[in-house]
C-alpha cells in the first residue's frame, strides 16, 4: 500500500524535529515531484519549502 511506500520514504530521508512537533521531508531538487506526491497524500496545505541554493526541497507535517 501507499503508506507504507511513504514510511519507507520518512525513515530512509525523513526526520522529526528536536521538539517532535514536525516530521520533514526532505530529497534533492531533482526529486520535487516525490514531495508534491507526499505532500498529496497526506491532503497537506503546508507550503513546499526549497532551500536557499536550490540544491533540495521539502515539506514539513504538523499536527492541526
Same mark, same amino acid.
Given at each position: 500500500p501507499e503508506s507504507a511506500y511513504w514510511t519507507g520514504m520518512l525513515m530512509a530521508d525523513g526526520y522529526l524535529t528536536a521538539d517532535g512537533m514536525s516530521v520533514n521531508l526532505r530529497l534533492k $531538487?531533482?526529486?520535487i515531484r516525490h514531495i508534491e506526491k507526499f505532500q498529496a497524500f497526506?491532503? #497537506? =496545505?503546508? %507550503? $513546499?519549502r526549497i532551500n536557499k541554493?536550490? =540544491? #533540495?526541497?521539502g515539506i514539513a %507535517? =504538523?499536527?492541526h
Amino acid at each position: 500500500p501507499e503508506s507504507a511506500y511513504w514510511t519507507g520514504m520518512l525513515m530512509a530521508d525523513g526526520y522529526l524535529t528536536a521538539d517532535g512537533m514536525s516530521v520533514n521531508l526532505r530529497l534533492k $531538487i531533482g526529486d520535487i515531484r516525490h514531495i508534491e506526491k507526499f505532500q498529496a497524500f497526506l491532503k #497537506s =496545505t503546508h %507550503a $513546499i519549502r526549497i532551500n536557499k541554493k536550490r =540544491t #533540495s526541497v521539502g515539506i514539513a %507535517a =504538523t499536527p492541526h
